[in-house]
């Protein structure tokens, strides 16, 4: 693959539901004369995004921002309602036909006990699609898995149990050898490492980071942890709503944020300090993706919203930083302190 060609991009990408009226809403509809009419949810609306062959690309937001939704369309999960996707340059729907191509995308879920199959043991869970796909034979299945568990941590007498007989951080690290088995190019983890105790999150962070060094995968890493995030990525997308409010390198996100969503974000994340400080949450709730807010749709929370957020529909553009950011007010409230406005 060319230096140049990004492992993993999408264009546009979008995602809608139809959430069609329960048995209530229609009986209602029906006394007032009326046909209850379905609702449409835009979970993620019009992403774009690239992810860097070695890089690991965090993406945050509160829950129901559209995170998971979006980890899916790339996992060749769930179709994307439009948009377009590619795969080292290669159009996505050619390389999800593709068996061979296909197994270089892989993903690991949040819960590892309902993602593993309780009546295998570790040696078919995470052997047998190796040798499915002609990756090894099955006469070197044992000897395979025994190295890939040695990988996360874990040893060959670990080969004969069920996924019952182990800790939550042990399941996971099964996990992550499943997906390593098959010798992918591009890890999606979606919130990986929110089940686990913190300690065990540490553990399973530093592993995915030995991982990285050794092998060189692209992974796409999703959590509403920025701790975690600010731990293992180069580059952070925040989410809300179902769009990019903000891209920007780490090191540049949490030093200097530029979207007023982003900042507030960091605000309420706890920090080590002998210094007191006022905790400030974001204000209000988020809005149901049923009946999102027009314009901006972070305007009815944010402290520096004018008539023109709620009315502009805004753009994700790049930003003097490198980054980019869809704030209609970047130029007149980067650095300012939210206490000041």
Same mark, same amino acid.
């Not at 019009?46 to 921002?65: A, F």
């Not at 078919?124 to 190796?130: A, K, L, Q, S, T």
């Not at 409010?245 to 540049?252: H, M």
């Not at 979207?259 to 400080?277: A, D, F, Q, V, W």
């Given at each position: 693959?060319?230096?140049?060609?990004?492992?993993?991009?999408?264009?546009?990408?979008?995602?809608?539901?139809?959430?069609?009226?329960? +048995?209530?809403?229609? &009986?209602?509809?029906?006394?007032?004369?009326?046909? #209850?009419?379905?609702?449409?949810?835009?979970?993620?609306?019009?992403?774009?995004?690239?992810?860097?062959?070695?890089? *690991?690309?965090?993406?945050?937001?509160? =829950?129901? !921002?559209?995170?998971? *939704?979006?980890?899916?369309?790339?996992?060749?999960?769930?179709? &994307?309602?439009?948009?377009?996707?590619?795969?080292?340059?290669?159009?996505?729907?050619?390389?999800?036909?593709?068996?061979?191509? #296909?197994?270089?995308?892989?993903?690991?879920?949040?819960?590892?006990? =309902?993602?593993?199959?309780?009546?295998?043991?570790?040696?078919?869970?995470?052997?047998?699609?190796?040798?499915?796909?002609?990756?090894?034979?099955? =006469?070197?299945?044992?000897?395979?898995?025994?190295?890939?568990?040695?990988?996360?941590?874990?040893?060959?007498?670990?080969?004969?149990?069920?996924?019952?007989? +182990?800790?939550?951080?042990?399941?996971?690290?099964?996990?992550?050898?499943?997906?390593? #088995?098959?010798?992918?190019?591009?890890?999606? $983890?979606?919130?990986?490492?929110?089940?686990?105790?913190?300690?065990?999150?540490?553990?399973?962070?530093?592993?995915?980071?030995?991982? %990285?060094? #050794?092998?060189?995968?692209?992974?796409?890493?999703? =959590?509403?942890?920025?701790?975690?995030? %600010?731990?293992? $990525?180069?580059?952070?997308?925040?989410?809300?709503?179902?769009?990019?409010?903000?891209?920007?390198?780490?090191? *540049?996100?949490?030093?200097?944020? &530029?979207?007023?969503? *982003?900042?507030?974000?960091?605000?309420?994340?706890?920090?080590?300090?002998?210094?007191?400080?006022?905790?400030?949450?974001?204000?209000?709730?988020?809005?149901?993706?049923?009946? @999102? @807010?027009?314009? !901006?749709?972070?305007?009815? %929370? !944010?402290?520096?919203?004018?008539?023109? $957020?709620?009315?502009?529909?805004?753009?994700?553009?790049?930003?003097?930083?490198?980054?980019?950011?869809? !704030?209609?007010?970047?130029?007149?409230?980067?650095?300012?302190?939210?206490?000041?406005?």
């Amino acid at each position: 693959m060319n230096q140049e060609t990004p492992i993993f991009e999408a264009h546009d990408l979008t995602k809608t539901f139809v959430v069609k009226p329960d +048995f209530l809403a229609a &009986a209602a509809a029906k006394l007032m004369g009326k046909t #209850a009419a379905s609702q449409v949810v835009r979970a993620v609306d019009n992403i774009s995004l690239t992810l860097k062959d070695g890089e *690991t690309l965090g993406i945050v937001g509160e =829950s129901g !921002c559209g995170k998971s *939704t979006l980890a899916r369309m790339i996992a060749g999960i769930s179709d &994307a309602t439009s948009g377009d996707m590619k795969f080292k340059g290669k159009n996505y729907e050619n390389v999800l036909g593709n068996t061979a191509e #296909a197994l270089k995308i892989q993903m690991i879920f949040q819960d590892p006990m =309902s993602s593993l199959n309780p009546r295998h043991k570790v040696l078919d869970i995470v052997g047998e699609g190796p040798v499915t796909h002609g990756i090894i034979k099955r =006469s070197e299945m044992r000897e395979y898995v025994t190295g890939i568990l040695k990988t996360v941590g874990l040893g060959e007498e670990h080969l004969s149990r069920f996924p019952h007989q +182990f800790s939550g951080g042990q399941r996971q690290r099964i996990g992550i050898a499943r997906a390593l #088995a098959v010798k992918p190019e591009l890890l999606i $983890c979606d919130e990986a490492v929110a089940a686990l105790d913190v300690s065990v999150q540490a553990q399973i962070a530093n592993l995915f980071m030995d991982i %990285r060094a #050794a092998t060189g995968l692209s992974m796409l890493f999703i =959590s509403h942890d920025l701790s975690v995030i %600010r731990h293992i $990525c180069d580059k952070v997308v925040v989410m809300y709503l179902g769009r990019v409010v903000e891209v920007a390198d780490t090191k *540049t996100l949490f030093e200097a944020p &530029a979207h007023p969503y *982003t900042r507030m974000l960091l605000e309420g994340m706890p920090k080590i300090s002998l210094e007191r400080r006022q905790f400030l949450p974001i204000q209000g709730e988020i809005p149901s993706p049923l009946d @999102p @807010p027009a314009g !901006c749709h972070f305007h009815p %929370r !944010c402290q520096f919203a004018t008539d023109r $957020c709620q009315a502009e529909t805004p753009q994700l553009k790049t930003d003097d930083r490198g980054g980019a950011n869809n !704030c209609l007010r970047y130029s007149e409230i980067v650095g300012v302190e939210l206490d000041d406005a």
